[in-house]
């Protein structure tokens, strides 16, 4: 398991900043809650983060940033 071996910040182990892509089902399996569920965890990043929707393609709608 990868988290067993993660660094544990909270005492003190140095940091290294993650860039993450989310990407979003668009399709018709998706409902707005869903949609709105994902959209309220990326809010929840403090690194960089892009994102990604896709149905019939992918569409990058956000490149990488650090800006909320």
């Not at 993660?6 to 409902?31: C, F, H, K, W």
């Not at 929707?53 to 956000?62: E, I, K």
Request: net charge neutral.
């Amino acid at each position: 398991n990868a988290w067993r071996n993660a660094p544990d910040y909270r005492n003190g182990e140095e940091y290294s900043a993650v860039d993450t892509i989310i990407t979003i089902d668009l399709s018709q399996s998706m409902t707005f809650s869903r949609i709105s569920q994902v959209v309220k965890a990326a809010q929840n990043y403090t690194d960089r983060i892009a994102i990604v929707t896709f149905n019939n393609s992918a569409v990058t709608r956000q490149g990488l940033t650090g800006d909320k």
